[in-house]
């Protein structure tokens, strides 16, 4: 009988979710579909000094937004801080896990010589084998223990990764024994992990290849507890364009998916980009464009380059501008709706003409909050006539005339069409000899406050009669 697929994502709440951690996320998510299998959300909360609430709903809401369901959790580790001692307890029984009594101040001093001897910096197990009468002197004294796990000297780890091949690290090469509970009772990650992964038996560890040295740690735990050993895939990090690991210590908010949220990315477009970055289909591998579940079938780990994968902004914003074209308008409009109603007062213009002001420019927008400030004009005519381009239109020796003439020609132009409005400016360049940037660029000016922007017929016909005649006059006595 085929053992039972079960994934898992582990993040901890003492940041915003991470852009990587959604990455890892939807790679973990597509093999459990494709396999029928379980996918399993445990918050490793166990960091009680830097764990925050604000940041277990970010990682909830993100995970929601984005559509990743799991099918069990989410587990709490602070909720299962018995089952860690009790098995910590077992491995010191069994001589597989000793007390250490180092001090902090030993350690750095360890760390001194060996840098001064050019020699690779590690913990040296001094206290693998203290005596009984040694261990109750250091309790004497008043230090505390921390707890190691015994690590097998000089031992080639080895594994065969999902996505990496074969893989071997040697004991020698790991920092020494690695400390497996504090002094205070609280298991540290390399532990935790290895318990919750045993005890809920996951099949397949998917995770960053940051984690490469933790595996080789965490094999010899598993071992040692009685526990399978899963199967192990370690996909590539996020990196920028200079070659740095993407964090939010170096490059802010773009780290985090809260960003993607508040900023007005679609979750299919950031789950699309993300899964693309390093995945490939078997069958079409030039294919970029791709809804989740349909390539549920199709998702392979081994298909996950090797290779480092690199955050590329243009890049998610063209994906963004697909999947916002594929909306209707009135869809987009109730998406962007929160943002519309933060800077511009909607109560303006009936719905119909602000479904025709977001189709103006729609085309154009890499993501949601950019449309009140591509739409602002119509709400808000105090832009400035007097300075760089705008007075450069303005100052035209034409442009008098094509206001006066657009003053003159209101009362007969019918605002209810859009291609009767630009056809009056038409007339009115051929009445003066005028075309293209010279006869455009002053009403355009005039009227939005920029040389660029969508069609103008459309913006004199939203604007209407009355805001057209109050913005010409305004740029008129500009020019005075």
């Known amino acids: ?68 369901k799991f099918d069990e959790g989410p587990y709490y580790q602070s909720e299962r801080m018995d089952l860690y001692r009790k098995l910590a307890q077992k491995l010191m029984d069994e001589g597989k896990a000793y007390c250490c009594f180092c001090t902090q101040e030993e350690l750095d001093e360890l760390r001194k010589i060996q840098r001064a001897a050019k020699v690779p910096e590690k913990y040296d197990n001094r206290h693998r084998n203290l005596t009984e009468d040694q261990k109750n002197k250091f309790l004497a004294e008043g230090k505390k223990p921390v707890t190691r796990f015994k690590l097998p000297d000089h031992v080639d780890i080895k594994w065969n990764d999902e996505i990496r091949g074969s893989v071997c690290v040697n004991t020698n090469d790991l920092g020494g024994d690695p400390v497996i509970m ?42 040692a507890l009685g526990y399978p050993v899963p199967i192990f895939a370690h996909a590539p990090l996020i990196f920028t364009h200079d070659r740095e690991k993407l964090s939010k210590r170096k490059h802010g908010d773009i ?52 290779s480092s994968a690199v955050y590329d902004l243009p890049k998610l914003h063209w994906f963004n501008n697909h999947y916002l074209k594929e909306k209707s308008i009135e869809e987009i409009y109730n998406l962007s709706k929160h943002f519309l109603e933060t800077d511009l007062d909607l109560s303006m213009y009936p719905k119909d003409q602000l479904l025709k002001m ?44 094509i206001l006066d ?58 604007l209407g009669k009355d805001k057209v005649k109050v913005r010409v006059e305004r740029a008129l006595a500009v020019l005075v």
């Open 255 to 306: 780290a985090n998916i809260d960003k993607y949220q508040r900023e007005g990315y679609l979750p299919e477009a950031l789950a699309n980009y993300l899964v693309h970055m390093s995945w490939t289909q078997p069958d079409n591998p030039e294919a970029e464009i791709f809804k989740l579940d349909e390539v549920i079938e199709k998702f392979e780990l081994g298909r996950i380059s090797k």
């Open 182 to 223: 504090r002094a205070d009772g609280v298991p540290l990650y390399n532990f935790a992990v290895v318990v919750d992964d045993g005890d809920m038996k996951i099949s397949h560890v998917i995770r960053g290849d940051d984690h490469l040295h933790n595996t080789a740690k965490q094999i010899p735990i598993f071992e």
């Open 405 to 462: 003439k657009v003053l003159k020609t209101l009362d007969s132009m019918n605002f209810k069409d859009s291609h009767d409005c630009k056809k009056t400016i038409d007339e009115i360049g051929k009445e003066l000899g005028l075309k293209g940037k010279d006869l455009y660029w002053p009403v355009r000016v005039a009227l939005s406050g920029s040389n660029k922007g969508p069609d103008l017929g459309l913006i004199i016909s939203l």
């Open 358 to 401: 977001i189709d103006l420019v729609r085309a154009g927008i890499n993501k949601l909050d950019e449309i009140p400030g591509l739409i602002k004009f119509f709400f808000d005519d105090k832009f400035n006539l007097n300075e760089g381009e705008n007075q450069k239109a303005l100052n035209s020796e034409n442009a008098k005339k």
């Open 1 to 68: 009988m085929q053992k039972e697929i079960r994934v898992r994502i582990a993040p901890s709440p003492t940041g915003s979710l991470h852009l990587g951690t959604v990455r890892t996320s939807l790679y973990n998510y597509l093999f459990a579909k494709k396999n029928k299998g379980k996918f399993i959300l445990r918050i490793e909360d166990t960091d009680q000094e830097r764990n925050k609430d604000e940041y277990t709903k970010g990682i909830l809401d993100g995970f929601n937004w984005l559509n990743i």
